[in-house]
């Protein structure tokens, strides 16, 4: 899911040294799903920065805390000189789709 525009945001997400953390609320039919979400420069989205964390509830809206000075393994650190301004989720990170509501 790309939440925006493929422009991104009128402005870049304000990352500082203090503030790395998002929170969202989200809905799923199941504990233990993985939910990346990352954040790109839609300029060159190759300049990126994601984390990732598993729903606790299932079939119910519950809000997570996405801290992206920890960021997924293997991946590139938070950078606060870039300007991310392009949200990209992914439920059920890592399987193939089964039609599930998230």
């Not at 839609?42 to 729903?55: G, P, Y």
């Amino acid at each position: 899911v790309t939440v925006g525009t493929e422009a991104g945001f009128a402005s870049p997400i304000p990352f500082n040294t203090v503030d790395t953390k998002v929170k969202l609320d989200v809905y799923s039919p199941a504990v233990g799903i993985p939910v990346l979400f990352k954040f790109e420069v839609s300029s060159n989205t190759a300049i990126a920065v994601e984390t990732i964390m598993l729903t606790t509830v299932a079939n119910a809206w519950e809000t997570i805390e996405f801290d992206f000075a920890v960021e997924n393994p293997g991946t590139p650190p938070l950078d606060l000189a870039n300007p991310y301004n392009k949200a990209v989720l992914f439920f059920d990170f890592g399987t193939v789709g089964d039609g599930s509501i998230y």
